[in-house]
């Protein structure tokens, strides 16, 4: 069973496409605030197979050439463009090997709606008296 990891940039709903596997979160270790290098080090020394990111920039900040651990980079952190791709990440974790570093790319999906059958509201805007910028909640009308 491997020992995944994942990066503090990561849904934790990620978890559900890695059964089988051990997984943590960085925030539920008590790594949140560590910096990638500092990260890696400690995810190596606990005995994780594989950091899952969506860290575009880890490569080019850390020597990974000696690294233990495997590190499965994300195009995105969006929950909702990873959903469908759940069995592709399952799969890069799986076929991971000590040091490797696989770069997940997926095709970009079909929009909902295309712009001519995009939902309308279904009630018209009020008129615009002034702007109204508002803020949690609460607004402050200012006159133009």
């Known amino acids: 069973m491997k020992r995944v990891l994942l990066d503090h940039c990561v849904p934790r709903r990620t978890r559900q496409a890695l059964a089988g596997c051990e997984v943590a ?3 539920q270790r008590g790594w949140s605030e560590l910096k990638n290098g500092a990260l890696l080090e400690t ?7 594989v950091l899952v990111t969506a860290d575009k920039n880890l490569r080019y900040q850390q020597r ?3 690294r233990r651990i495997a590190i499965v980079e994300l195009p995105t952190n969006s929950l ?3 959903l469908p791709h759940f069995t592709a990440i399952a ?3 799986n076929r991971a090997q000590p040091g490797d570093y696989l770069e997940l790319s997926f095709a970009p999906q079909p929009e909902l709606f295309s712009e001519e059958k995009r939902p309308t509201s279904p009630r018209p805007s009020p008129p615009r008296r002034g702007r109204i910028l508002f803020s949690a909640g609460k607004y402050s009308p200012f006159n133009a």
């Open 80 to 82: 909702l463009d990873l």
């Open 43 to 49: 995810a190596e020394r606990d005995a994780f197979d």
């Open 64 to 66: 990974l050439a000696h």
């Open 91 to 93: 799969g890069a974790v």
């Open 25 to 27: 979160t960085a925030y």
